[in-house]
């Protein structure tokens, strides 16, 4: 998902949220935990960004293993933040927040 800086980023973050983690069939409790890391990152993110107007958007992306069939399994997840380069330097870069899940067996 790509959110502008102009954006409110709870709202715009919860429903994405929900909707891709649904297909992982996660327990209430991981879903929470990964939405406020979600909105506190993009919050932290856009207040920088706009203090240093260097950047343009916020990227949030969600990255689960291949085969998620067993929902006996325990879901683990962490966080990576990027700050994205721009080739031509008139460009205005991106903030990727990325989420990477895991069973843990």
Same mark, same amino acid.
């Given at each position: 998902?790509?959110? @502008?800086?102009?954006?409110?980023?709870?709202?715009? &973050?919860? $429903?994405?949220?929900?909707?891709?983690? !649904?297909?992982?069939? /996660?327990?209430?409790?991981?879903?929470?935990?990964?939405?406020?890391?979600?909105?506190? @990152?993009?919050?932290?993110?856009?207040?920088?960004? &706009?203090? $240093?107007?260097?950047?343009?958007?916020? !990227?949030?992306?969600? /990255?689960?293993?291949?085969?998620?069939?067993?929902?006996?399994?325990?879901?683990?997840?962490?966080?990576?933040?990027?700050?994205?380069?721009?080739?031509?330097?008139?460009?205005?870069?991106?903030?990727?927040?990325?989420?990477?899940?895991?069973?843990?067996?």
């Amino acid at each position: 998902m790509e959110l @502008s800086l102009d954006f409110d980023p709870k709202d715009a &973050i919860e $429903t994405w949220i929900m909707d891709t983690l !649904h297909p992982l069939g /996660l327990n209430a409790d991981l879903v929470r935990k990964v939405l406020k890391s979600a909105q506190d @990152s993009a919050t932290r993110a856009r207040q920088t960004e &706009i203090s $240093t107007q260097e950047f343009g958007h916020i !990227h949030l992306v969600a /990255l689960d293993v291949k085969d998620h069939s067993s929902k006996n399994s325990t879901w683990g997840f962490f966080r990576i933040e990027k700050m994205e380069s721009s080739p031509d330097s008139q460009e205005l870069k991106g903030h990727s927040i990325e989420f990477y899940f895991y069973r843990e067996e």
